[in-house]
């Protein structure tokens, strides 16, 4: 079993597009992540949920929206698409905002066309 | 502003030899080091960690080395072997920061056999 999934693995798509991409982590965590992983593979953190509450919200465009339904989920919502948004996402999950147990997903690869 | 730093970007290494890959910090404050391996198409994993009260932290084929006079990290990889063939990065996490992870840049190992 997948500890933390994300779907999709590839997206490819077209400017101005809307797009979202899924997480689940079975680990019974209570934080969540998403990272942007850029073209000279520099890993940045964009947001963070624990217990279904924002609590990082690093200087993102608010083209994209971050949503957690439940403390097992937290999707990403990217409205507008650009070119630059062409990254790979990543996905991740911890115990109680701490670094215990960080499990990073496989990683959804955008491309924006 | 807030930098975690590798001065390699590359590295390549005989099979059998040993390897190291560095790792500068910018903030003294920085408590928490991690070095994570990250793999074709998969997402970072944990490989070793080490906290600011400690200089040398020893695990299987792998040790982690703190100079926290010149906030300095380095990764050693004792008789390095193909599946060892990744990107290395290091991340470091401050005590109050809810489980953010700031990453360096990366270093590409590649083993030659």
């Known amino acids: 079993d997948t500890a933390v999934s994300q779907t999709p693995k590839y997206l490819v798509t077209q400017m101005g597009n809307d797009k979202s991409i899924k997480c689940e982590q079975n680990?019974?965590?209570?934080?969540m992540y998403w990272y942007k992983q850029d073209s000279k593979k520099f890993l940045k953190i964009m947001f963070s949920?624990?217990?279904?509450?924002?609590?990082i919200n690093e200087t993102v465009p608010n083209r994209f929206s971050p949503k957690s339904p439940d403390k097992a989920h937290l999707n990403l919502h990217i409205n507008s698409l650009e070119l630059g948004d062409s990254a790979v996402y990543f996905c991740?999950?911890?115990?109680?905002?701490?670094?215990?147990?960080?499990?990073f997903g496989s990683g959804t690869r955008l491309t924006v066309v | 502003g807030e930098s975690v730093g590798l001065h390699l970007p590359t590295l390549s290494v005989q099979e059998g030899d040993n390897s190291i890959i560095n790792c500068a910090y910018s903030?003294?404050?920085?408590?928490?080091f991690i070095w994570y391996k990250q793999e074709s198409g998969k997402g970072p994993q944990f490989i070793i960690d080490i906290r600011s009260n400690m200089d040398k932290r020893q695990g299987q084929r792998v040790t982690v080395l703190l100079n926290k006079t010149v906030k300095h990290l380095s990764l050693q990889i004792a008789a390095t072997q193909p599946g060892d063939s990744a990107v290395y990065f290091c991340a470091e996490n401050r005590e109050g920061q809810g489980g953010k992870l700031i990453f360096g840049q990366g270093t590409e190992l590649s083993v030659k056999p």
């Open positions: 949920y624990n217990n279904k509450e924002l609590i």
């Open positions: 903030n003294s404050a920085s408590d928490y």
């Open positions: 991740a999950s911890s115990r109680a905002a701490t670094t215990q147990g960080y499990t």
């Open positions: 680990l019974g965590h209570d934080t």
